[in-house]
């Protein structure tokens, strides 16, 4: 199964990728738990957070083709296999880098970049992007991303990542976002599992509700 396919799958179960930035090896799987209890299918791990590789490997010990794992905060090609190697599946940016696309697409992975321009966009997707996310979408607005999708391939999924929460994710969605990607709002150093699990129970409801 290509990359390409397993993210619209994972995307048709619930367009939600949970960042857990600052998350420990030795809570991870408590946390991933919830969400996955909750509904999520798709979890990230930041690369700038304590033995990242470790908790990504845990995970995907853990729950196998199930869930997508990956990282975050992926800025280099020895990133992209790092990942790999450690079993995520997820590529996720916060920038345009065609060499770490170019990267993730030739290893079959999910490659998720952050743009804000349309000339990023573009220049994402020519270089093999399986979809792009939006960053960071606090700076901009629901609009200005309505404005993005009247260009864009109308088949491209696009996450808002940044600043969205359960109280305006139908705001993005109506704005043509097919997904997003949630940090501090869903999971930050100190909340508990249960914590992050009532949060995770909550956006799967408002995201359900917006795309119905």
Partial sequence: ??????????????????????????????VADQLVEAGFSMIEVPLNSPDPLESIARLAR???????VGA??????????????AGGRLIISPNVNLDVIRASAAA?????????????????LDAGATGLKLFPAEGASP?????????LPGATPVLAVGGVAVDN???????GAH??????????????????????????????EACA
């Fill in 72 to 85: 975050g905060t992926v800025l280099t090609i020895a990133d992209v296999e790092a990942v790999r190697t």
């Fill in 169 to 175: 994710l139908a705001d993005w969605i109506a704005a």
């Fill in 62 to 68: 853990r729950y196998g083709p199930e869930v997508l």
């Fill in 108 to 124: 079959d992975l999910i490659s998720l970049p952050g743009f804000f321009t349309a000339s990023e966009a573009f220049a994402a």
């Fill in 1 to 30: 199964m290509t990359a390409s396919i397993h993210f619209s799958a994972a995307m048709a179960h619930c367009p939600l990728v949970a960042i857990l930035r600052g998350v420990r090896p030795d809570e991870v799987e408590a």
């Fill in 143 to 151: 609009a200005y991303l309505k404005a993005l999708r009247a260009v």
């Fill in 179 to 208: 997904g997003a990607g949630l940090g501090s709002a869903l999971y930050k150093p100190g909340k508990s599992a249960q914590e992050v699990g009532a949060a995770a129970r909550a956006f799967v409801a408002a995201a359900r």
